[in-house]
Nanobody, 121 residues
Framework: VQLQASGGGLVQAGGSLRLSCAAS????????MGWFRQAPGKERQFVAA????????YYSDSVKGRFTISRANAKNTIDLQMNSLKPEDTAVYYC???????????????WGQGTLVTVSS
């Protein structure tokens, strides 16, 4: 499975960005897809995830209410709509696929390349 992320960039605080991640290769409905992020000098942390079977979404407390993860129109593609961005959201965002994606569980089978999101104050 290959994960291709896109959509990072520079935005002012309070602005919005949309990230996308497309999965190719052997994908399974039992795996979820989601996003983690890693700021300089910090550990990689969970952001959001979406599952198809059963249908469910999960968010970290720090982004709940501001970020929305959804299935895009293209097959095996997800979007992360990020609104009301804060400087503390600045990080490299990594797309991930696995059977356990949440704040408390990290069973990641595949990682995509990172995409940088910079939020200026």
């Amino acid at each position: 499975v290959q994960l291709q992320a896109s959509g990072g960039g520079l935005v002012q605080a309070g602005g919005s960005l949309r990230l996308s991640c497309a999965a190719s290769g052997r994908t399974f409905s039992s795996r979820g897809m989601g996003w983690f992020r890693q700021a300089p000098g910090k550990e990689r942390q969970f952001v959001a995830a979406i599952y198809w079977v059963p249908s469910n979404t999960y968010y970290s407390d720090s982004v709940k209410g501001r970020f929305t993860i959804s299935r895009a129109n293209a097959k095996n593609t997800i979007d992360l709509q990020m609104n009301s961005l804060k400087p503390e959201d600045t990080a490299v965002y990594y797309c991930a696929s696995g059977t356990g994606l949440s704040q408390t569980t990290r069973r990641v089978d595949y990682w995509g390349q990172g995409t940088l999101v910079t939020v200026s104050s």
